[in-house]
């Protein structure tokens, strides 16, 4: 396999630089024709005799340039050349050099061999491949043939056959017809009963949907008043709090204010009656302590009334206030009244509407699962037709490709003909690819040996490059 493999690879190779020099030489020649210059037709001959010259200037080339050395030598001293250290590369490049002067000859016979070798395989897998279609085709006439001679041999079973198949496939056809129609008028008469069905639930179950319809506002609207009196009696309650917190404070501050009078009051009636008991005291110390008495006892006076009178005012704005708060709590009251009542009016309206509606539902169901089957059976009675149809015609086809290779015999000589061309062909194509494998397996023998020198050389010269290059870079 790995010969094999190496052969295939090398081969390739060659076929490319074949195409390569092929095209470099085709270049040439389209130039020197687009010039007007044609070559005769012993091209190559012309070829070496126009290199030739060429090749003795090249060879003439080497004296004159070892004269001119010559001269330069016997005008200048001759000098010993320095001997210089030679590097790894340089060796393996010399060596490379020897081994390629020493394998050109067998280089030269491994590519000849390798192209036989190609062109030997090519030739036979070209052969073989027309074999592949020339089986191929006389099978398909043989094929041909055998179903023309089977149908001729049994020509009037299968016009009978055929004939009844044609008839048993109309009736067939024929009562898909009728069945069909028949269950096309029943499917229009179902989708219009439904139709009708589904207006009359519709305008049946319009004054329960009406009446559901309006118990759902009016549960929407209670909802909505109860929440608001939530918040008016809430709002009442803080006033009465705020009222009568106001009222305790303003009652408690009159209150001191009225005890302070008090004290004061006291205090001036001490000092006049000490004033009085004192021999010292006179007339006119005796009217100021009095006449403080006097404003005393007055201020007194003005903090109860006052004390009275912010008793009064506070106390209507808690009874106001609390009035308020009484009045908010029977609104709550009365709402959540009203709330309970719409919320069971309005599912009691509504369980009606889903019991009517459930039932108006099973009526449309039930009609609607007659349609479906309707609609499947249909479906099938259609399949029917066609299939009966298709027996028909497959039936006709038969009938008439039987009729037409009864009436044209000629036609079955003429393939059979063509058949044992056909073979002849194929049997020659056989021993040629016999032949030709024989061919390439003499010259994979008789070449073997040098094939392999020539992959050796090949692959010591890739082993030394590789050698040069990991060198050189490394």
């Given at each position: ?32 024709e ?27 080339d ?68 027309e ?168 201020q007194?006076e003005?903090?109860?009334e ?34 309970a009542q ?15 509606r ?16 309707l ?51 194929t ?41 040069a ?6």
């Amino acid at each position: 396999m790995a010969d094999e493999t190496e052969e295939t690879k090398a081969e390739e190779r060659l076929e490319q630089a074949e195409t390569e020099e092929h095209a470099e030489q085709e270049e040439p020649e389209a130039s020197e024709e687009s010039d007007g210059n044609r070559r005769p037709a012993d091209g190559p001959a012309s070829l070496e005799s126009q290199n030739e010259p060429r090749a003795d200037a090249e060879q003439g080339d080497g004296p004159e340039d070892g004269d001119e050395a010559d001269a330069k030598q016997g005008t200048e001293p001759v000098t010993e050349p320095a001997t210089e250290p030679v590097s790894p590369q340089q060796r393996i490049i010399d060596t490379a050099q020897r081994a390629a002067q020493a394998g050109t000859a067998s280089v030269t016979e491994g590519v000849s061999a390798v192209r036989e070798l190609s062109a030997a395989r090519r030739a036979h897998a070209t052969a073989f491949k027309e074999l592949e279609t020339l089986e191929r085709d006389t099978k398909r006439l043989a094929e041909q043939l055998e179903h023309r001679r089977d149908v001729e041999s049994n020509y009037e079973r299968i016009v009978e056959v055929q004939t009844a198949e044609i008839e048993d496939a109309g009736r067939a056809l024929e009562r898909a017809r009728v069945r069909r129609a028949n269950l096309e008028s029943q499917l229009e008469g179902k989708n219009n009963e439904l139709k009708r069905l589904k207006e009359a639930n519709s305008q049946k179950m319009a004054p329960s949907r009406k009446l559901m319809e309006q118990a759902k506002d009016a549960l929407a609207k209670a909802e909505r008043a109860q929440a608001e009196a939530r918040r008016a009696l809430k709002n009442a309650q803080a006033q009465a709090d705020e009222a009568t917190a106001s009222r305790d404070s303003k009652l408690q501050a009159a209150k001191r204010a009225a005890d302070t009078a008090s004290a004061k009051l006291a205090r001036q009636q001490d000092q006049l009656t000490e004033m009085r008991r004192g021999p010292s005291a006179g007339a006119k110390g005796l009217s100021q302590a009095s006449s403080s008495v006097a404003a005393a006892l007055a201020q007194l006076e003005n903090a109860r009334e006052n004390v009275a009178r912010v008793n009064q005012e506070t106390g209507q704005a808690v009874q106001i206030a609390q009035t308020h708060l009484y009045t908010q709590r029977k609104s709550l009251e009365e709402a959540e009244t009203d709330l309970a009542q719409a919320r069971a009016r309005e599912e009691e309206l509504r369980g009606a509407y889903d019991a009517k509606r459930s039932e108006a539902d099973e009526q449309e169901s039930a009609v609607s699962s007659k349609t479906s089957e309707l609609k499947e059976s249909l479906e099938q009675a259609r399949d029917d037709e066609a299939g009966a149809r298709g027996r028909g015609q497959a039936a006709q086809a038969a009938l008439e490709e039987a009729r037409d290779i009864h009436a044209h015999p000629e036609l079955t000589d003429e393939l059979s003909e063509r058949c044992q061309e056909s073979r002849a062909r194929t049997e020659e194509q056989r021993r040629l690819v016999e032949r030709l494998a024989t061919e390439e397996r003499i010259v994979r023998e008789r070449t073997q040996r040098t094939r392999k020198v020539f992959y050796a050389l090949v692959a010591a010269a890739v082993v030394i490059v590789l050698l040069a290059v990991l060198l050189a870079f490394g």
